[in-house]
């Protein structure tokens, strides 16, 4: 679970920087990791429902 939370805000760092970049506008470290990280979260918790693990014989 922590290297799951550590690439997702990361990963939002690098996005929300060159997003940031590309559209000229402020840099907003905090909301960069935030707003990834929760939808995330979200999705890996909706994956777990559909995605099964193996059952041992």
Do not use: C, H, R
Not at 13 to 24: H, P, Q, T
């Amino acid at each position: 679970m922590v290297k799951q939370l550590t690439i997702l805000v990361w990963g939002g760092e690098v996005i929300g920087y060159v997003l940031s970049a590309l559209g000229g506008t402020a840099f907003d470290p905090a909301m960069s990791a935030v707003i990834p990280a929760i939808g995330g979260l979200i999705a890996i918790n909706l994956l777990s429902l559909f995605v099964k693990s193996p059952e041992k014989k």
